[in-house]
């Protein structure tokens, strides 16, 4: 049974960082791409960042590049989401995420080319 199971969210102020880590079991982690989706209240759920397994390419949403980094280890199974210099906007939850059908970095950041899902880790800015 896969299960994904985020943490490290929390309360943070405009500018400050936060490491967001993504448990995986039930799976062999390096055989998937793998993503960090984020919703906030009112929106659509959107994709931030993927390591895809052909080649493992990051890709990041425009609204996050030089200030996010996603990161594996595939020895312990684990997703990371190193977060610096936040925004207000940047508040949601977190999801981790992963799939097998992504072609592109493009189709990677895609809630399509997902299959499973972690329950989320919320994340909330506020000074």
């Known amino acids: 049974q896969v299960q994904l199971v985020e943490s490290g969210g929390g309360l943070v102020q405009p500018g400050g960082s936060l490491r967001l880590s993504c448990a995986a079991s039930?799976?062999?982690?390096?055989?998937?791409?793998i993503a960090w989706f984020r919703q906030a209240p009112g929106k659509e759920r959107e994709g931030v960042a993927c390591?895809?397994?052909?080649?493992?390419?990051?890709t990041y949403a425009d609204s996050v590049k030089g200030r996010f980094t996603i990161s594996k280890d595939n020895a312990v199974n684990t997703l990371y989401l190193q977060m610096n210099s936040l925004k207000p906007e940047d508040a949601a939850v977190y999801y981790c995420?992963?799939?097998?059908?992504?072609?592109?970095?493009?189709?990677?950041?895609?809630?399509?080319?997902?299959?499973?899902w972690g329950k989320g880790t919320l994340v909330t800015i506020s000074s």
């Open positions: 995420a992963i799939g097998e059908d992504a072609i592109s970095g493009y189709v990677c950041l895609k809630e399509y080319a997902m299959d499973y």
């Open positions: 390591i895809m397994r052909s080649d493992d390419k990051t």
């Open positions: 039930g799976i062999t982690f390096d055989y998937y791409d």
